[in-house]
């Protein structure tokens, strides 16, 4: 079954309103040529508006960084995924590891907001991804699967065909420490035979895994060219249109 590859950007909290615009711009000037694979950039949330309609009938689609699982209320600094969906979001990044470790989310707000995107239509990409100490204790696959348990609760087939999910071990986000090709498409591969003991085949045949953890241009092709490697989610790597570009092309 051939996946088109996925390469989202994620810009955590860089590229505030001004900057994020004529970022946008470059990117859609860099990318044009070499659409080969699917391509999202998540801005911060206020930056949204302004990437939106840089990226307007270009196919590079804009998602939020995070979202809140109510559809409105109560809840001082949040957005609701009927927010994002009506500022333009197609797809929404959710159980990010800086979240989870940050800002205390768990499995069960992850589940929330999963459900919450799917709601509204956007495509949650939803993270997973073990720490260090857990890698070396040999958990790996162990907290990955229990993360998808919670992650996924309550997801049915029809739903599952909307998810991306992006593997993404902790020790290696933003450390320049890559997972080597053979430790991710093991991990891939884990991941997709547990889907395979929950869902029908085909649904999970179509399902993209994205890898995440310091890909660049210098490693993206040997990553990407992994058979369980569907696209990657970039963070530092997707802050100039050049490097970002680079990885795309990757992709083909
Ligand atoms: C990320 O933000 O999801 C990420 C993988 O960051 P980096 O590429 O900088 O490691």
New binding site residues.
Partial sequence: MSRRKLIAG?W?MHMGPGEAGPLAQAIKKAVMDVMVADVTVAPPYLSIPEVVAALRHTGIQVAAQNLHWESSGAYTGELSSEMIAAAGCTQVIIG?SERRQYFGETDQTVNKKVHAALRVGLAPILCVGETLAQRESGAEVAVVESQLEGGLAGIHEDDLQRIVLAY?PVW????GKTASSDQAQAMHGAIRSWLRGRYAGGVVSSLRILY????GPANAALLLSQPDIDGA?????ALKADSFARIVEAAG
């Fill in positions: 994620n955590k990010h993404e290696a986000i933003g450390t995440g953890g310091s890909v989610l970039v963070g530092g790597a």
